[in-house]
């Protein structure tokens, strides 16, 4: 998946929480958390910053990687995780 592709699968929410009652404050509604393609790809930063530093370092280019590549890089890797997870899930 490249810039020619953007998914619009995003998973379920990552960190869902229902609404609880706190004494004295009454209902308190849930939250839908982050999607689960979002926490993929905050996971896979690390692996895309230090693939964008090793083509750095390789090519002599001695600037950091450019943040939106990186970031590119994280996303494709988190919808390749969901690709694995879907497929998974149809077994």
């Known amino acids: 998946m490249s810039e020619k592709e953007i998914t619009t699968d995003n998973g379920e929410s990552a960190f869902p929480t229902t609404g609880f009652d706190i004494p ?9 958390g ?12 690390p692996v895309a910053q230090a693939n964008w530093q090793k083509h750095n370092d390789e090519n002599n280019e001695g600037e ?3 943040k939106s590549l990186v970031a590119n890089e ?3 890797i ?3 995780m ?4 879907k497929e998974g899930n149809q077994s």
Do not use: I
Not at 24 to 32: A, D, I, L, R, S
Not at 34 to 43: G, I, N, S, V
Not at 82 to 85: D, E, G, I, Q, S
């Open 64 to 66: 950091e990687p450019v």
């Open 74 to 76: 994280a996303y494709e």
């Open 24 to 32: 004295n404050h009454g209902w308190q509604h849930g939250q839908e």
């Open 34 to 45: 982050m999607t689960l393609r979002d926490y993929f790809a905050a996971a896979a930063l």
């Open 82 to 85: 969901l690709a694995a997870r």
């Open 78 to 80: 988190a919808d390749a």
